[in-house]
């Protein structure tokens, strides 16, 4: 039916299983192509996997101009049959009886995604769709993917009800220093820095909810885990307390992150990578006991400061894994955190080495509370007053937490640069593609 369009037909990896002598339709980009004069050889690849095509002028006759004219990553369509292969690593292959290129592609490339010549990462991720191309790049999004799906599969059995809370917001939760300004029909309004606030309102109804998204810090960030747009898993819940909501957070990384990499083992296989074991229960130490293992290893800091750079390095050291950090003192941590006894916090940090992957804690769920700490952090309530009103509509006692989504993928992944963990980065050099 040649003029029609093309179907998809097989997958590629599917290849492999299908019978002998069977006819299939199959695209894919030319990965590889040798010309042995009246016989062609071709790899081609699709989002999943890879096949060998052989062309052979008896069979695909005056065809195999276009196949030999046909530069490396076209898009082609190819039909021909299952046949025993004679290469070890395509034990069968099809031989082409239709060819069709599709789309081809104009060299030169800016980067070589089959990854034999290897490219730095501005030039992947300037070109990332190409980039994709790449089973080794692909596979980092799949295991993304498979985090991803763990984790609301895993919420969900929590009893946790996803919800979408507004990207585009009217006044600060985290604090005013690093927000995104924009102009809304001639109001100031802001990007998202967490969904804080709203999550602890929903669960004054809902009681338990969680939220997978973007959100956004205005941060001149020039680090390997630092993004102006970053994905985090947030959660909060009606009832929970600092241990209920360390649990379940602990579960995350155990039960969810476990479930994922079960279903990632073909991408970690494609990295040759071997996530570290989390298992439970994480070790725990005070925000206390980490300054004295500081001041054995010679670091002396004043109680207060905040843990970063050579701090958490050291720690690390002694560390290792998944851990966390409790009983921050109060004055390090935002306004909502419940306060703990002597100028403590109900709070925690989950760690993984030297990198922050979460925070959280106990709520304050009191008004007068709450409108005393937020002049304490020289806040204004007034500025919250549509905040704070819900205080007075039976708030339950609530705990939740924040999880960066991307800086986990790096260390499953086994990355050390964030960016390789989002499709298209922002940061304050990047916003292309
Ligand atoms: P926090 O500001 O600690 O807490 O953020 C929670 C987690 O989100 C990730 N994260 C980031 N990842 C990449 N780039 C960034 N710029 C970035 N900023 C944060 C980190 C961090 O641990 N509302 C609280 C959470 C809570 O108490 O529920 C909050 O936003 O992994």
Redesign the pocket.
Known sequence: MRGSRPRKGLFLDGVGSSPEGSTVEVTGWVEEQRDLGSLIFQVLRDSRGAAQVVYDRSRIGEAIKEVRGTTLQSYVYVRGEVVRGRSRKFPVEIRASEYRLLAPARHPLPLDPSGSVPAGLDVRLDNRPLDLRNPRTAAIFRMRANFLRAAREYLRGAGFLEVNTPKIIGSA??GGA?LFELDYFGRKAYLA????LY?EQLTMSLERVFEIAF?Y?A?K?NTQ????????V???AAMFDKRDAMDLLEGLVVEAGGSAIDESRRELEELGREPPKASRPFPVITYAQALEILRAKGLELPFGEDLRGEAVKLLAEELGGYYFIVDWPLDAK?F??QPGEGGLSE?F??MFGE???????E?IHERGLLEERLRAKGLNPEEFRDHLKFYDWGMPPHS?????????LMIVAGVNN?RETVLYPRDPTRLTP
Do not use: C, M
Request: avoid cysteine.
């Open positions: 939760a985290e690093d820095q967490s969904p804080q999550k959100y810090r941060e960030f885990r630092h993004l102006n747009e970053f994905t985090s947030d959660v909060e935002p909502y955190i709070s940090d989950l990198l922050e992957l979460a925070s959280g804690g709520r939740g937490w924040g999880f960066g989504a991307d800086r986990y964030i």
